[in-house]
């Protein structure tokens, strides 16, 4: 048996998922979402073998994985201030929340003065909500062409959270449909409570905390 059967029952499903919706289960990655987490938690899924992690604050993330950064992928999940650009693109493999213009100057410029770029994903807030961030559907073509044509970033995917009151299936799609007639072809949607829908509407990762780690303190 491996260090983590929680690990060993999420992957399992994924693998379910795809294989259902006729795909292959290594084109779905496991994001696993460490945030406000105890080591405890942390620590039998990376002895198990998990090496992708999602955490949404930049500053928490380096404390809890740069004196163990070897051999990780990391993702930043959550929203980027542009004071926290600099740090972000030193230590993120992928940031997947690039949501609005000034972002994208500023991971632009950042990136030609460290020579080193994160692979990003432009955040869609599928729902409209006033309180998420994200992009709004509409504005999702124009915003991609101008992250690629203005700032010349490579735009390798979209990620959604869906509204919590509602079906999460419609948003899932609506993103894949954003993502295929922009040329995208990573999708980041899923999380605990409703992965194995989106690996069936195509997500190629999915972010999964508390079904892995248990629930977080409430801050
Ligand atoms: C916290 C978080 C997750 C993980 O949520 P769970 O429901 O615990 O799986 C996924 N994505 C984002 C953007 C998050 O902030």
């Known amino acids: 048996m491996s260090a983590s059967p929680a690990l060993d029952d999420v992957l399992a499903r994924i693998a379910a998922a795809a294989r259902a919706a006729g795909r292959d289960p290594a084109d779905v990655a496991l994001v696993a979402v460490s945030k406000q987490q105890p080591w405890e938690a942390i620590e039998p899924v990376l002895a198990a073998g998990q090496r992708l992690f999602g955490e949404n604050r930049v500053q928490e993330a380096m ?3 740069s004196e163990r950064r070897a051999g990780l992928e990391l993702r930043l999940i959550g929203p980027l201030q542009t004071n926290k650009v ?3 693109v030193g230590f993120f493999d992928v940031i997947e929340t690039l949501d609005r213009e000034r972002l994208a100057k500023a991971l632009a410029d950042e990136v030609q003065k460290q020579g080193k770029a994160p692979r990003l994903h432009v955040q869609v807030n599928t729902g409209e909500e006033p309180q998420k961030a994200g992009i709004a559907p509409a504005d999702a073509d124009a915003f991609i062409a101008e992250a690629r044509g203005n700032y010349g970033l490579t735009i390798e995917g ?3 959270i869906p509204p919590e009151a509602e079906p999460p ?3 899932f799609a609506l993103l894949a449909k954003i993502a295929a007639r922009n040329g995208v072809s990573k999708l980041s949607m899923g999380m605990s409570g409703d992965f194995e829908t989106a690996v069936r509407f195509g997500a190629t990762s999915v972010r ?4 892995l780690f248990g629930a977080r303190a409430r801050p």
């Open 63 to 65: 404390e809890r994985w």
């Open 158 to 160: 979209l990620m959604c």
């Open 86 to 88: 600099r740090e972000a």
């Open 208 to 211: 999964v905390g508390s079904a």
């Open 169 to 171: 299936g419609p948003h």
